[in-house]
């Protein structure tokens, strides 16, 4: 059975409650690094936060968890292979743990609310296998995962930097077409597209580490 292309209601506010900060993955508790971005002052305005997470979207976690979502959603019954080269992506301990935590805490709670497996795989390759087996169309899954992820990042900021509620939002809005567009460009991707240039975000995530004191977790 072929996906649908479109949303129906029943989908969009299944995919709201999985991605809502709500859903207890413990999103709040991770940084994917941005707290020592921000204590080492590589980030400490809106506009470098911005650019931070743009090209972590673009170049690093962000399209990385498209590609991992996307390959699967293709083949949900056999994730394993999947599962391994999400971990091998994960730049350091702390992102191997955010990932691991995140996807376990989301299959253990969709296993007892729709039943399904409670596999411990990490979060995006969860995410993707649970949205094949009820048949949600891809791209807008994709899209919307992206979204959560940049969302969580700016409320982390806004613990972290002067960063109101407002300057928030209009940030999160800038950073909606480029989740738009790399759920798009990674529909049709696989494993062999798995790339990363975001060298100080991973060296952000390693040093994060030994922070202290520190808020988040990753």
Known sequence: MSPPLMLTDHQALM???????????????????LEQAIAEENVRDRATLEDWLRDTLEHGAGR??????????RDPDDTARTDAAARAFAASRERVIETERQGAAFARTEAIVLGGPDAPLSYPVAIGAAAARH???????CALYLQAFAANLVTAAQRLMP???TEGQRLQSA?????ARIAEET????????????????IASMRHETLQPRIFAT
């Open 64 to 73: 990385n968890d498209a590609l991992l979502l996307v390959a699967a959603y």
């Open 175 to 179: 950073l909606a077409p480029p989740c």
């Open 15 to 33: 995919l709201m409650r999985w991605l809502s900060p709500g859903y207890p993955v413990g999103a709040f508790a991770y940084s994917h690094g």
């Open 163 to 165: 960063l109101g509620q």
């Open 135 to 141: 048949v949600l169309p891809l791209r807008p899954t």
């Open 187 to 202: 529909e049709h991707g696989t494993l062999d597209d798995l790339s990363s240039t975001t060298f100080m975000g991973d």
